[in-house]
């Protein structure tokens, strides 16, 4: 995309943070068109692989209506697994729109890139999808089902959006006016409780731990580590400090006015008074640091502390502690500008799965779901994304068997910390870029118990199944890097039920 977007993943083209211390193959472009088309005309047909078959998707164009717009796609096995008569991809399909209610082919999701947000399918008051198909999952069999959802439209009538779908983005989808494609449920627009627009977030961590940054169209969170900031006890800053410090500013500085609630955590160590007093002394003394190098006239700073109170891991260990130790930095603002990755540096050692160029590919033994080829022939540049797709094709003789999956997710944790929570196995691998780790566009749909439950922009499980010789695709969007000519990739966490890999020099169409 030529110009650069004024949007969550426009400004999360990842941080210039110089710091010392701390499945469906990709379908073809649509492109323009010289008439618009018709409702009922198919225009754009992928195929979808997974639990042992293959599933054909026809789409139709998206219809507005008033301030909705309606997207109809054909489902229809093309390739049954052996002895089954339909298949039920719900891991591929189906999502929530609010916590704890999954929707029949809620992974069908539009996006807005100029207003760096992703609109969820629209449901009734219970929470069930507006449209045809209205129970929580599919079931597709070799005639074919007629899925229909609704989505708010954007705010600019003449506003392009791109579908996700499983393992394939399309971007810039044909918008048409009219009447949809005819099903035998009623619409119902008028029972619509929810039609979600959700800003698209995304995170950027120093691969030596000391900073994350977490943004969205309205905040900037930035974590700096306690121990590269202070000796410990102390609420004196560290030689390092004036390095972090300064690179907070520049990425304060690419941020439009607003206000920076700084605080102070500590780790259980102590007694709950002097943990309190260390974590405010701390949080003031960046704060008066902040204050001497940012035009205070457009940024004002409220320090505070936590104490041990809101741990983002558990007191059990001492990384985990160190973990603890930190001052949490937030900016509060009603626009986003744009920020930039450094994309050079030196590509840290990586011990802990094997290597491989992305077009290449690893070979990963994934037990009783067979061995698996997994690469990244190329990734593309869209819509003020990277759109990657991962590629598992299946290598050994084995047929498909219930139960058995290919697993690409690091492991069931939440990149995001703690008090945050998405599906078992999300599809999170990261890209690396210079000394930093991007991590997929994501964003929240609400809280469910104590945890913000959020989901990925892209492909939301990574778990699937296949028979020799099928691929399985996964598809993760990032912000984009426009310095960048190709990419690492990679999975990290090191969870015993995870699978680690990194693939390189991947190149960028």
């Known amino acids: 995309m030529g110009t650069a977007q004024r949007s969550v993943f426009g400004a999360a083209l990842a941080l210039a943070l110089v710091l010392t211390g701390c499945t469906a193959a990709p379908a073809p472009d649509p492109g323009p068109t010289d008439a618009p088309a018709a409702t009922d005309e198919v225009v754009e047909t992928i195929t979808v692989t997974g639990s042992g078959g293959e599933i054909e998707v026809a789409l139709h164009p998206l219809v507005r209506i008033d301030d909705h717009l309606v997207l109809t796609a054909d489902l229809t096995a093309v390739e049954l697994p052996e002895g089954k008569e339909s298949i039920s991809p719900s891991a591929w399909f189906d999502l929530e729109t609010v916590p704890g209610v999954p929707v029949a082919g809620g992974a069908l999701r539009l996006i807005d890139p100029a207003a760096g947000s992703i609109h969820l399918p629209a449901v009734d008051a219970a929470g069930a999808p507006i449209g045809s198909v209205v129970t929580r999952s599919l079931s597709v069999r070799a005639e074919p089902v007629r899925l229909q959802r609704v989505f708010a439209a954007p705010e600019e009538a003449d506003a392009a959006v791109g579908l996700v779908l499983p393992g394939a983005y399309l971007d810039a989808f044909p918008v048409v006016d009219g009447e949809p494609p005819e099903t035998e449920d009623d619409l119902a627009l008028d029972d619509i409780d929810q039609a979600p627009i959700v800003p698209l977030e995304s995170t950027t961590r120093e691969l030596d731990g000391a900073v994350q940054v977490t943004q969205s169209s309205e905040t900037l969170q930035i974590s700096l580590s306690g121990d590269v900031l202070f000796a410990f006890g102390s609420a004196e800053l560290s030689a390092d400090a004036a390095t972090i410090l300064g690179s907070v500013v520049e990425t304060l500085g690419t941020r439009e006015a607003g206000v920076v609630d700084i605080v102070g955590h500590t780790d259980d160590v102590g007694d709950d008074a002097s943990n309190q007093a260390l974590s405010e002394a701390r949080a003031a003394a960046v704060a008066g640091a902040l204050g001497s190098l940012l035009e205070t006239g457009d940024f004002e700073l409220r320090p505070s502390g936590r104490g041990e109170s809101e741990p983002v891991a558990a007191n059990d260990s001492d990384a985990n502690r160190q973990l ?146 099928q691929t399985l695709r996964f598809l993760a969007l990032f912000p984009d890097v426009p310095d960048a000519d190709a990419l690492t990739l990679e999975t990290d966490g090191g969870a015993a039920w995870g699978t680690i890999y990194r693939l390189t020099d991947i190149p960028i169409e």
């Open 324 to 469: 603890n130790r930190r001052v949490s930095l937030t900016l509060t603002t009603t626009q986003v500008s744009e920020t930039e990755v450094a994309a050079d540096g030196q590509l840290p050692p990586f011990e802990d799965g094997p290597v491989a160029p992305g077009p290449d590919g690893v070979a990963l033994d994934m037990g009783a779901a067979g061995t698996f080829q997994i690469a990244v022939p190329s990734a593309r540049r869209v819509d003020g994304m990277l759109a990657v797709v991962v590629e598992a094709t299946r290598t050994d003789d084995g047929a498909y068997r219930l139960g058995t999956v290919a697993n690409l997710s690091p492991g069931p944790w939440s990149y995001r910390g703690a008090g945050t929570d998405a599906r078992l196995y999300p599809f999170a691998p990261r890209l690396v870029v210079g000394t930093s780790a991007v991590y997929p566009l994501d964003y929240p749909i609400g809280a469910e118990e104590s945890d913000i439950q959020w989901r990925l922009a892209g492909q939301t499980d990574a778990r699937d199944g296949a028979s020799s010789g």
